[in-house]
C-alpha cells in the first residue's frame, strides 16, 4: 500500500509547472444547489437581489455561458472534483456511487501543499467519504434545511463521526467553514475550501429569519409560465415538473416540513398559518390557482437564496477582515441552472437555457480587473482544470475540460471551444423516474442548440437568437437545413472526441409529435477534429 501512494505521489508531481518564486493562492469554492442564474442581481435577475454574491462578479470576473454537462446534482459534483464528464468518471446520474479512488483536483492541491476541506453538501453516495481532503464535514445524504446530522473527518483518514445540530443548515454550514478557516487549518499552507450549501434545493425551506420576506411583494411572472409546449416535442409534452400539476403540499408549505423541533414549528406555522389560511378561503381555480403556486414557490426559493448570500457575505467579509482576500480566489458556482416557473417548471435535467446555464463568478483581485465579463463557452468541466492550473500544476491527459485562465481578461482565445456537449442519463424505461426527463444529449454553439432525444428518435433546434426562450424549435425547416447538417456532424464529432459510449437504443418507428421526424443514425467513422 505505502509503495502504491508513493507512486501515486510521484505520478501527481510530474504534473508540477516552474512556480518557483511564486505564492499559492488560496480557492475558495462556494457552490449551491440549483440555483439559477436568473436569480443573481449582478446576471441582471428581475426577481431579487444578491448583495453578497454580486460583490464577487462585480469585483471580478462573470461568465455569461457556463454550461453544465449533465444537469442533475451528483454527477455535476463527480464532474467538478475529476475535470471529466459523467461518462469517464461513472457517476452518471444520482443513485451511483462515486469511485473515490480516481485522480480528483484536491488530490492533486494537497500533493503541492494544499490544506484541503470539503464543508456542507456532498451528495456522492452517503457512504463513499470523501477523498483528498485534510477536512471534512457534510450532510448526510441530501440533509434537510433544520437541525441537520453531518459527517465529520477531522484528519481525512475515514474515521468519521456523526454529529447533530440544531438550527438552520444554511447558517450551520457557514459557522462550520468559518470555524476551519479561523482554527482548523494550518496557517503556513495555502489553503482549498470547497463551502457548499444545500439551499436552495427542494422544497426550498426558509430560514427563521426569512419565513416573512418578500410577503407584501408580487414577483413578476416568466414570460412563459402558461407554456403550452406545441413547439417542442414529445419530452416537453410528457414531462412531470409542472407547478400546476407536479408540487405536493409540502413543497408549497401547506403542512410544515418533519424536521423541525417545537420551538421551530411554532415559528413557522405563525408565519405560515395566516397566508395558509387566506389561500383556503380564497378557493382558487385553474390560472389563478397556478399563479398562487407561483408565488409561494418562488418567494419560498428566494427567501433560500437571500440566507445563501447573507452567509457568503459572512464569509467574505472574513476574508476581508483576516488579511486574506487579496490572496485567495473566490469562485461561485451552483452544479446546475433551475427553472423559476420558466415553461411553467420548476427542477432542472433538461438541456433548455433556464437549467443548462451554471452561474459562474470568479474573484482574483490583482489578477482579474473587476467588471470583467465573458461570453466563452465555458462548463463545469473546466473547473477541475483551473484549479490546478492557479496552483501551478500541469493538467493531467484525462482531464477533458480547459482551465479558465485564459479567459480572465475578458478575451476570447482564437482556440477556444466553439461549441459544447450535453448529456443526461436519468431515465429508465418502464419506470416512474424522477419528473421523466428523457435521456438525451445536445450541442451548443454561441447562437445554436441542437438537442437529440435518441431514445424518443426526436431532434430539437433552436435558434438562440431569435428565439431565446426556446418556443418553437426550427428542425427540418428548411432555411436551417445547412445549420442542422453542422450540428448534427458536431455532435457526433463532440462525442467521438470524448469518447461516450453510443447508450442511444432502439428509435421508435412513429413518433408522436410531426414536427420532429425520427431521427437518423449519426455518421459514425469520422475521424477526430485536429
Known amino acids: 500500500m505505502h509503495v502504491i501512494f508513493a507512486f501515486v505521489g510521484l505520478f501527481l508531481l510530474s504534473f508540477v509547472a516552474d512556480v518557483s518564486g511564486a505564492e499559492q493562492p488560496n480557492i475558495l469554492f462556494i457552490f449551491t444547489d440549483d440555483h439559477a442564474a436568473h436569480a443573481i442581481s449582478c446576471y441582471d435577475s428581475k426577481i431579487n437581489k444578491t448583495p453578497n454574491l454580486d460583490r464577487i462578479g462585480n469585483e471580478g470576473i462573470r461568465f455569461d455561458n457556463c454550461f453544465c454537462t449533465n444537469g442533475i446534482c451528483g454527477p455535476s459534483r463527480a464532474v467538478i472534483l475529476t475535470g471529466k464528464y459523467s461518462h469517464k468518471n461513472g457517476f452518471l446520474r444520482n443513485g451511483n456511487r462515486f469511485d473515490g479512488n480516481q485522480l ?125 409546449y406545441e413547439g417542442r416535442g414529445t419530452a416537453a409534452h410528457t414531462q412531470d415538473m409542472t407547478i400546476e400539476k407536479t408540487m405536493t403540499d409540502r413543497d408549497l408549505k401547506l403542512v410544515p416540513p418533519p424536521f423541525l423541533n417545537e420551538e421551530q414549528l411554532k415559528v413557522w406555522n405563525a408565519a405560515y398559518e395566516p397566508k395558509n389560511e387566506a389561500f383556503r378561503k380564497a378557493n382558487l381555480q385553474g390560472k389563478d390557482l397556478v399563479r398562487w403556486k407561483y408565488q409561494r414557490y418562488i418567494k419560498d426559493y428566494l427567501r433560500c437564496v437571500a440566507a445563501v448570500d447573507d452567509n457568503i457575505g459572512r464569509v467574505l467579509d472574513y476574508l476581508d477582515e ?40 470568479v474573484r482574483w483581485p490583482g489578477k482579474i480587473q473587476p467588471g470583467t465579463v465573458s461570453k466563452a463557452l465555458v462548463s463545469n ?25 485564459p479567459l480572465f481578461d475578458g478575451e476570447i482565445p482564437e482556440d477556444w471551444r466553439k461549441s459544447h456537449y450535453y448529456h443526461y442519463y436519468e431515465f429508465e424505461a418502464n419506470s416512474r423516474t424522477p419528473h421523466m426527463v428523457r435521456r438525451h ?90
Not at 459527517?151 to 447533530?164: A, E, P, T, V, Y
Not at 437568437?465 to 463532440?494: A, F, I, N
Request: net charge negative; aromatic share 12%.
Open 322 to 361: 483576516a488579511g486574506l482576500a487579496e490572496n485567495t480566489i473566490v469562485v461561485y458556482s451552483s452544479d446546475q441552472g433551475f427553472y423559476l416557473g420558466d415553461h411553467g417548471w420548476f427542477d432542472k435535467r433538461f438541456m433548455y437555457e433556464e437549467s443548462y446555464r451554471q452561474p459562474l463568478m
Open 104 to 228: 480528483t483536483f484536491p488530490k492533486m492541491l494537497q500533493m503541492v501543499g494544499y490544506e484541503t476541506a470539503v464543508i456542507g453538501k456532498w451528495h456522492l453516495g452517503e457512504h463513499q467519504e470523501p477523498t483528498g481532503f485534510s477536512y471534512s464535514e457534510v450532510l448526510v445524504g441530501q440533509g434537510p434545511y433544520y437541525n441537520p446530522t453531518m459527517l465529520r473527518d477531522d484528519h481525512g483518514n475515514g474515521d468519521r463521526k456523526k454529529i447533530n445540530y440544531t438550527g438552520y443548515t444554511t447558517d450551520i454550514i457557514t459557522d462550520l467553514a468559518l470555524d476551519w478557516l479561523k482554527e482548523g487549518r494550518k496557517s503556513d499552507k495555502p489553503f482549498m475550501l470547497m463551502y457548499q450549501h444545500k439551499a436552495p434545493h427542494r422544497e426550498w425551506c426558509p430560514g427563521p429569519k426569512y419565513l416573512t420576506m418578500y410577503d407584501d411583494v408580487e414577483i413578476p411572472e416568466p414570460v412563459n409560465l402558461f407554456d403550452d
Open 381 to 405: 468541466v473546466d473547473f477541475a482544470e483551473t484549479f490546478i492550473d492557479v496552483a501551478g500544476l500541469d493538467q493531467p491527459r484525462a482531464m477533458q475540460g480547459a482551465s479558465l485562465t
Open 441 to 530: 444529449r445536445g450541442v451548443r454553439t454561441d447562437r445554436y442548440k441542437l438537442i437529440d432525444f435518441y431514445n424518443l428518435g426526436e431532434y430539437e433546434l433552436y435558434d438562440l437568437e431569435k428565439d431565446p426562450h426556446e418556443m418553437q424549435s426550427v428542425y427540418d425547416q428548411p432555411e436551417y437545413e445547412e445549420v442542422q447538417k453542422l450540428l448534427k456532424y458536431e455532435l457526433d464529432r463532440l462525442a467521438e472526441e470524448l469518447e461516450v459510449p453510443d447508450d442511444r437504443g432502439s428509435v421508435p418507428k412513429n413518433p408522436v409529435y410531426k414536427n420532429n421526424p425520427p431521427a437518423q443514425k449519426p455518421n459514425a467513422g469520422k475521424k477526430k477534429a485536429s
